[in-house]
């Protein structure tokens, strides 16, 4: 490939990333970085959380010394009678050994790793959790322009007198609002002042303690949001409603 097809194919990548990053798909360039170096912090979150079970590794300490012993024993034995006719042969060295046993463990942890990728992708190919998500959140099915939009359709359904509990059927019952409702649930609650209140929250917990939740009914005149923490402070009982999928 000659340097003029190199830079045709560096600037069309380029442009490709420029355009993904445009659209707030930051994976372009977070993927390869977490391969790279995505281990560390998985290191840094996992390895404080360990507790060594020190019989465990006495444990394997022993079968795995056994284990090298009884191999080095048998196939020194095997090497002799290879080579009984061959008085100037070498004989079995114990580095071979202990190859041969760091192979036997390396097969066993690459098989482990194998099924373990095999199990997540299955995992993540039959979920319903999305894989990728954008960097502008006001563009995500939980984001506030998706919450507006199913407030409008939940102020419609109050004012033709459908109770709170029967909101998020009959939100579903509509094809173009499943997908938003996948990741938005209809919450119905009573107001420290006893008012009652019909809101659009995330379902993920982290994304609704980030973003909290967006009033509808009754619609206010000011703010529509409620932060977290207000909504915290907010009684469950009595007259906490809360819509899940049918």
Not at 175 to 199: D, F, K, N, T
């Amino acid at each position: 490939m000659t340097s003029g097809k190199k830079g045709v194919l560096v600037l069309v990548g380029v442009f490709a990333a420029m355009v993904f990053l445009c659209m707030g798909q930051v994976w372009v360039l977070s993927v390869p970085f977490l391969l790279a170096f995505g281990w560390l912090s998985f290191l840094q979150q996992v390895v404080p959380e360990v507790t060594p079970r020190w019989g465990a590794i006495v444990e394997f300490l022993v079968v795995a010394a056994m284990l090298g012993a009884g191999s080095h024993l048998f196939l020194r034995w095997l090497w002799r009678q290879l080579h009984a006719g061959a008085p100037e042969a070498s004989t079995w060295r114990p580095r071979w050994s202990v190859s041969l046993l760091l192979v036997g463990v390396l097969l066993f942890a690459s098989t482990m790793a194998s099924v373990g990728i095999g199990h997540h992708v299955g995992w993540l190919m039959s979920g319903r959790a999305r894989l990728v998500r954008s960097s502008w959140p006001q563009f995500e099915p939980e984001g506030a322009r998706t919450s507006g939009r199913l407030c409008e359709e939940v102020r419609e359904l109050v004012d033709a007198g459908i109770p709170a509990e029967q909101l998020t059927r009959k939100l579903f019952a509509k094809p173009s609002l499943q997908a938003l409702l996948e990741a938005q649930q209809v919450v119905s609650q009573v107001s420290p002042e006893g008012e009652r209140v019909i809101m659009v929250s995330a379902r993920d917990p982290s994304v609704r303690e980030r973003n909290g939740a967006l009033r509808c009914v009754p619609k206010p005149s000011d703010k529509e949001e409620l932060d977290s923490k207000t909504l915290k402070h907010w009684p469950d009982e009595p007259g906490s409603v809360k819509s899940t999928s049918p």
